[in-house]
């Protein structure tokens, strides 16, 4: 099993827009979204329309009670939601006062398939709304991946380059990873925090390249033939991560880590423009 991860532009406007109160309303039992309801008949369509009316069916409201999401449906928390151990490894939420509790697929055992529902079919709003260009950053890999080389680099433990990838690393871990945690949104950045993370990662010592995704994908390609440089691949991919803030920085995006999310694919599929 496992993900392919890529660090992605992120269209974070149109994320708050369109998809957070979007999948807000239609977990308060609100009608299909439109971007659904416009797809054409295909194999993925055949999937999401059933379940976006199981949702609906069992209204929930996560805006007014739910202490795990911000208000852009991202985890408040620093660390990965733990997971029950077992085959299927589902959220579950310990809150006991909670007044959706008795309704909401957190909680509810026996609705726990609506929760792996919800994480597919935000996945795929997310991707074919708000992702732009992107650079793969390895097999199933993690920003939490590059504490070590933090480390190497000197890089102190406030300094808010680890927090931005913590918030990479774990942001969608309520709403966005699938159950078996590889493949889903694991994270984003608003566009000020990719600014600032594109600043601060201009300054440690990484493989150098134009901050362009041709130049990445070139530099990936050259990885094959010769070590990039003393610190190998996490420092290389950590340079795609500097590109992709550096480009998404210039038009006023953010950027957003997930595992097998392809636009580009998705959209030529579904025969959609971004």
Excluded: K
Excluded at 145 to 170: C, S, T
Excluded at 173 to 190: I, K, P, R
């Amino acid at each position: 099993m496992g993900s392919d991860a890529w660090i992605h532009l992120f269209d974070y406007e149109r994320y708050r827009a369109e998809v957070v109160p979007g999948v807000l309303d239609l977990l308060r039992g609100g009608a299909v979204p439109p971007w659904l309801a416009r797809l054409p008949a295909s194999e993925w369509t055949d999937m999401w329309w059933p379940m976006a009316e199981r949702l609906r069916a069992r209204p929930v409201d996560l805006a007014a009670y739910c202490l795990w999401l911000g208000a852009d449906l991202g985890y408040l928390g620093n660390e990965p939601v733990m997971r029950p151990d077992g085959a299927r490894q589902w959220l579950r939420c310990p809150s006991t006062t909670c007044p959706e509790r008795t309704r909401c697929s957190f909680h509810a055992t026996a609705e726990q398939e609506n929760v792996e529902e919800l994480a597919f079919l935000y996945a795929a709003w997310v991707t074919l709304r708000c992702l732009g260009e992107g650079q793969f950053v390895g097999r199933s890999a993690r920003p939490s991946g590059y504490r070590p080389l933090l480390d190497h680099l000197g890089v102190p433990e406030n300094d808010p380059i680890r927090l931005h990838l913590a918030a990479l690393d774990v942001r969608g871990a309520v709403v966005g990873f699938e159950f078996e945690n590889t493949d889903g949104t694991y994270g984003w950045l608003t566009p000020a925090e990719t600014a600032d993370l594109a600043t601060r990662l201009d300054r440690l010592d990484l493989p150098r390249y134009e901050p362009t995704f041709a130049a990445a994908s070139a530099a990936f390609g050259a990885f094959h033939g010769e070590p990039a440089g003393e610190l190998g691949w996490p420092a290389l991919t950590l340079s795609f991560v500097r590109t992709a803030a550096t480009v998404a920085a210039t038009t006023g995006q953010g950027i957003l880590w997930g595992g097998d999310l392809y636009p580009e694919s998705w959209r030529d599929l579904l025969g959609l423009t971004a």
